[in-house]
């Protein structure tokens, strides 16, 4: 299905609104055509295209709800999707957290579609694949990689007058390169609305650096280090906090924001006061949607101001029950940073590591939401001000918490990827003190 | 947010580290159609039409998948039913060597012309990517089986049972647990269905039928007083069987005095449902430990998963290779090492075996995703490493002139790649329980249930917890712990096995979305284990204050 503009998805959702029954009836459509490569060992080792598109009929009766989806567009198909979900909406029990849809709802216009990225041909891809492996072949070193672009659009409507439409184009890229011997590795990942900002030359450039600069690690002592973490390295941290927002987990006593006798502590200072964290839609470093997918609009909410807890999200349920705003999860996070590039604070550190990213990140303790982990393809020790030489890979166990109270320094702003979640985040470089590395890892 | 959005669908919470198998394009439908195959004749002609139009446009080897994937779950919390969901995807999967390269493409639109353009397109695509070829495809030889089928040996078709049967039980789990002592808890049932048809230019119609279930829960208490709360997730494994898993017989029950029960084949949800109610409470007033070296024992319930990581990720001939860099990464157990033959992986007493037939077992088919039939082998043989997992076009790396039948693909729009056979590690040979290991021990640890994990890209070092830990002094158990995470070297750790109890207590743990690849796919994979002994192994405190 090609991308419908916002007039051709409106009919469209119009028409299987009318094939309802139901007390209350919400669609939602979407369609993205997707493509990928892989590669591995300096070659291409799969690539695909994938278009895909579903139409998903809610239909509810009283507090009973059935959902069914279908990917077939004419009219027979349509009824059938919602006779389907009316059918089930009728065997499902009653669930007492029902929630009624949302009436309609004012959204800002969104800035997340770029055509160029919508228009790549597998000969772009091709060719941004050759750029990369031309810079790993040169240095006698070896590339693996993963380019995915996807363009996209999503649309909703319900039976009591609440439309909403969006379109969005994203592209991610991942390098990594690892010298013959294997006693090397670097890293570079980018992630953009726009396809024409990435640069797979340069990135798989910084990514050879690395794993050139990092053969020969030594191996030092676990234990208390300053920390210069790259934005990668920050984001898979930090996301932990952001995917811990929840208001029923705080309110229930089941997270790292509730406290003693049922409080939390919403409106408390957590962590350092330079620390704002703060998700917009409209930011155009990084767009997002501007409604999500229950319709609530995405508007521009700050999480932590000032080390501040300063909002939770909400279910609608839940906002519903203590009487406030149903704020929703955002779909990316922010996080303000300072005005040195990383070689400023590498240069600003007489003893220190340097983190390029951090692997297989798990829970530990949801109570102190303590993390473990590792660093991977980058480490470096820092001494007065400079690289001095790379060292073997650490594990760690440290909370998000803890490191922004243990801050020492913001660098700048980037735009990066959870290698985690794949999501795309606004984050510093951040440099912190203190920070908790309990073991060594011989990985390279 | 691809992962919350996952929790959300689910409601798992802090379970949360799951692929749901099977999702991609998948529509709802109702439980009476999920009972209804598709025709295996008509498979055989649209396959047909694949191979040959294939064939026209120059692929020298063609296989097609179709495959109709089933998904059910029904998902509670406390006394409510949060989500109950049919879901199927149904499609085609064409996969051809062309100028030496393999390409991939599918479709959910199955008529001949839909289909033949499939077909087409991946040729184009293998045509494409040859020119950035280093060297063409080598798949090792493999003889058709004509048409064949193979059916997972199920009693009850966990679909079969009606709904009403499954909210039911849950809803009497979770009262169960919170009556013990649980403030919160989340249960659910998962089952799944792959009804999977290979076709292959070698001459193979395989039709399967394989079956899934897990059932789990999520239990949680909280002290008001302290603000402190623990978690007590269910000691049931996922399993490549029908409902039958949940019909509760006597015999498949292990009791450990002053531990708890655990299950062999057949699992008693509403007995640990109880038992999770009182230990999550239990867990709050447990001592937090002390840090440093202990001997541990470790349940099969646990040990699955530190298999999983540190024998089952290492083994794989993909990451070997390098074909995993960017993502899941390589492994410490690099060709130089099984060429030597004698690589000391564990101790003389550690033998882990790769099986793709074991009855019961998440991985149990007949025959792989690119139509080899499946079987057994050693991968490390008295403490030495001798194999890898292998797939067709790996097998003449080893010098091997068949594949090990490790291929799989988690849809029909997937493509198929090395994924992980179950691999188990051997009982003891001498006559030992669980309480014959635990009377050996002065100072140790005995751990139950899976919990935190996390290993490095080349699977040396890791750290892991637990759901149950118990003080071992002087041979005796002696109280609960909590804050409990050991860290080790996957080769240190396996040669400081120095018990394994005998064929008895040997039982089955697995991950039902294991995830790997980019885009990343899910694999259900089981590993078998009975109860073991590690000398000397390091314990942290995972406990701080924010």
Redo the contacts between chains.
Sequence with gaps: MPILSKEQAQTLLKKVLSYSKADECEVNLNGSDGGNVRYARNAVSTSGIVSQNQLVVASAYGKKLGIATINEFDDASLEKVVRRSEELAQLAPENPEYVPFLGPQQYTESKTYVPATAAITPKQRAELVEKSLKVAKDAKAIAAGFLEDNAGFAAMMNSKGLFAYNTSTNTNFSITVRTEDGKGSGYAIRGYNDVNKLDTKLATEIATKKAIGSVTAKAIEPGKYTVILEPAAVAVLLENIFFGLDARQADEGRSFLSKPGGQTRLGEKLVDERVNIYSDPLNPELPTSPWNGDGRAQEKVSWIEKGVIKNLTWERYWAQKKGVKAIPSPDAAIMDGGTKTLEELIKGTKKGILVTKLWYIRSVDPQSLLLTGLTRDGTFYIENGEIKYPIKNFRFNESPIIMLNNLEELGKQERTVSTESNQNYLVPAIKARDFTFSSLSDAV | ????DF?YLTGL??A??VMLPGM???????PEEALTPVDVALKKKLADVALNAARSKGATYTDVRIGRYLNQFVVTRED???N??N?ESYGLGIRVIANG??G???T?KLDNDSIAKTAE?AVA?AK??S?????PVRLAPQKGYGEVSWKAPIEKNGFEVP?KDK?DLLLGVNSAAMTAGA??ITSLLFLINEQKYFASSDGSYIDQDVHRIWPAFFA?S?D??????ETRNSLSAPMGMGYEYLDVRPQDKIVVPGVTTLYKGRYDMLEDAKAAGAQAAGKLKAKSVEPGKYDLVLDPSHLWLTIHESVGHPTELDRV???????A??S?L?LDKWESKKFNFGSKMVNFVADKQQVGSLGAVGYDDEGVQCGKWDLIKDGILVDYQVIRDQAHILGLNASRGCCYADNW?S?Q?QRMPNVSLQPGKEKKSVDDIIKGVEKGIYIVGDG??????????F?F?GQLFYEIKNGKIAGMLK?V?Y?A?SQDFWNSCVAIADQNDYRLGGAFGDGKG??PQSNSVSHGSSTSRFNGV?V?N?????
């Design positions: 947010m691809r992962r919350r929790i919470g802090a949360g580290a991609a394009g998948a529509r709802p439908i109702t409510k039913v949060q109950i969901v879901t390269s393999w991939f493409a599918a959910d397109l695509i494409e990517n020119r950035l070829l280093t060297e709904i909210v403030n919160y949680t909280i008001p007083t302290t603000g402190k709360f290779l390098g074909y995993e860099a960017n993502f990464g390589t410490f690099t729009s493509v790649f935190s994990f996390s290993i490095d890209q080349q699977r040396y070092n750290q917890g804050d995470a860290q070297n980019q885009p390091n942290i995972t406990s701080r204050q924010i």
